[in-house]
């Protein structure tokens, strides 16, 4: 019994959301094309006078007009199922998710290091050979480098090998 009105407090609360925002877009929309007020009964009555005198509809404009007067129950209540489908909490919070989503986007699309250039200053006047030469030999590697680490790893399994040699030995 709980889950039946869980289900139907769910069924009106997610019609009332979908139904405010489908008649408002639509609202807006007939007036700003059409210039009609689709919550105003004179305009319904209008438009019933207009058919009972034998109205044409001849250009595309009216066209357009009737598809959308026709489809506007069709589209309420497809959203409306469309809306069912969806969780109440991504419906209720979704603007905090799509934030969410907008600021991952936007700094997933900055680079990922930050070089600072220019920063400093160098006491002496470079020129742009001078400069490029440093740069390049910082970022080369070190001859002693490279000698130290093949040493430490030599050294270390040498050790490790004696080690072994002399626990089978002795024991």
Known sequence: ???????????????????????????????????????????????????QEGG???????????IMVL??????IWGWRKAMKVSIVKI????????NDYQERKYAQAPKAITLKNMGSKI???????????MIASRMPKEKEKKDLNSSKIRSSFEEKS????????G
């Open 1 to 51: 019994m709980l889950k039946k009105i869980k289900r139907f407090l769910r069924f009106c609360f997610i019609g009332a959301v979908w139904s405010a925002l489908y008649f408002g877009v639509v609202y807006f929309v007939m007036k700003w094309i059409w210039k009609f007020n689709i919550f105003n009964p004179k305009y319904w009555k209008t438009i019933s006078k207009f058919w």
């Open 56 to 66: 044409v509809i001849d250009s595309a404009g009216e066209y357009f007009f009737v």
């Open 71 to 76: 489809m506007m129950p069709i589209l309420w």
């Open 92 to 99: 209720v919070f979704f603007p905090i998710f799509w934030y």
């Open 124 to 134: 002496g006047k470079q020129s742009p050979q001078q400069s490029m030469e440093d």
């Open 163 to 170: 080690r072994s040699f002399h626990e089978k030995a002795g």
